[in-house]
């Protein structure tokens, strides 16, 4: 006890200096600290929207930019240390992790009202990555999703079905041409939209039970199979670069690569579009979307000036300008608010179709032991398409093993 009371002690003296290296200081009386995991420049962002929340209230907020390679374990240690900030962005999962620990503020048991207000305005897909039960430990600060680019030129009508999909890959492949799976490739990102769109899940509806090992996460999981086989390079090919060429003219990526291919090839403007992913045989079009949240920590002295924080960077107005701030870095983070999305400085055409994918989009379970699954569901989707094993069967490994590992969390 004496030994884990001395190491506390060195953490705390240690994330203090840190913080004071690092230009975030000692917090002073009502000062909101936030750490946000992304770039300086995001950050930079959202201390200069703060303005205008410090001349209405009169508290001050510090923002701390800290890199997603060592944002986890920083948070974890600051967490053991007693030195969290008040607010932090992290990943849609995080918030739940450290909300078991005691370490996060339950939102909806804090702000009961305020919250369920909030939620109403954000994409359901996004936002059910965010509830654990009945507790709410982030709101989700911006957004990513799957989408389907590809060359008007060379494939004049994107594939609205997997047969379609299939059809127009068979047809490029008598070209020496073919299709890029890009964000998530031979892993679960990559495998959930075909796993949700053949019908099938991770969990079932209140995540107590794997569903991994069903027929229809099978069939998901072969389709994907059959578009690697079909000419889909196991290897990484730059989008920009596929599309430039048009030797890869059909993509499947993240929105954010909108803005790399308008930077990126520019002498392809006009001759590229992107589309909904196609649809499954459970007649949905259903893409990942991933992002971020921020929530409060339990020990932060500010709670009720961090909320309102929160609530004043969710408003649709801030959402735009922060949007309008990832343009310049090429981020192109999406805001979850449903009410920003009309103000938003961006092409009908990419609009219409990136609100319409954000409809039909799921995220990572709400579930504790699902980053320790994601190894036995990654293993089961390469051993599928690069060892050609058995779907079913490796799916069923894959499910018992998050099995252990959620008995294992309880």
Not at 220 to 237: D, F, H
Not at 355 to 374: I, R, Y
Request: aromatic share 10%.
């Amino acid at each position: 006890m004496i030994v884990r009371k001395i190491f506390t002690a060195v953490l705390a003296v240690i994330f203090t200096v840190s913080l004071a290296g690092c230009g975030g200081g000692t917090k002073k009386k009502n000062e909101i600290m936030v750490w946000h995991v992304g770039s300086e420049s995001q950050a930079q962002t959202i201390a200069a929207i703060s303005e205008e929340f410090t001349a209405q209230t009169g508290v001050k907020v510090v923002c701390q930019a800290i890199s997603w390679g060592n944002a986890h374990s920083k948070y974890l240690t600051s967490i053991a240390g007693d030195v969290a900030p008040d607010i932090g962005s992290m990943g849609l999962t995080w918030g739940m992790e450290f909300g078991e620990l005691g370490a996060m503020v339950d939102l909806r048991k804090e702000f009961p009202g305020e919250v369920s207000a909030l939620e109403k305005k954000i994409f359901p897909g996004i936002l059910r990555s965010t509830r654990v039960g009945d507790k709410v430990y982030g709101i989700p600060f911006d957004m990513s999703e799957h989408i389907m680019y590809y060359r008007t030129d060379i494939v004049p009508d994107p594939p609205q079905t997997w047969q379609e999909l299939l059809e127009v890959l068979r047809e490029l492949k008598a070209q020496n041409k073919s299709m890029v799976l890009h964000w998530g490739a031979l892993d679960w990102i990559g495998y959930s939209p075909f796993l949700w769109q053949a019908g099938g899940s991770y969990y079932n509806d209140d995540c107590t039970e794997v569903t991994l090992d069903s027929p229809e996460a099978a069939e998901g999981l072969n389709y994907l199979a059959q578009l690697y086989a079909e000419g889909v390079p196991k290897t990484t090919v730059p989008i920009e670069q596929g599309m430039r060429t048009g030797d890869y003219p059909i993509a499947i990526s993240g929105n954010w690569k909108i803005i790399s291919l308008t930077i990126g090839a520019p002498e392809i403007k006009g001759k590229w579009a992107i589309s909904m992913l196609p649809k499954g045989p459970s007649g949905k079009r259903t893409a990942f979307i991933g992002g971020r949240i921020f929530g409060i920590f339990s020990k932060s002295t500010m709670k009720p000036e961090a909320w309102e924080f929160i609530k004043f960077l969710f408003k649709p107005e801030n959402q735009v300008k922060m949007y309008e701030s990832s343009l310049e870095t090429e981020d192109a983070y999406l805001p979850p608010n449903m009410d920003a999305w009309k103000d938003l400085p961006m092409d009908k055409k990419y609009k219409r179709v990136l609100e319409d994918q954000a409809k039909d989009a799921q995220g990572p379970p709400p579930v504790l032991s699902w980053d320790a699954s994601t190894r036995a569901v990654n293993h089961a989707i390469q051993m599928v398409i690069l060892k050609n094993a058995d779907a079913g069967a490796e799916l069923k490994k894959a499910a018992d093993e998050m099995r252990k590992e959620m008995k294992a969390r309880n």
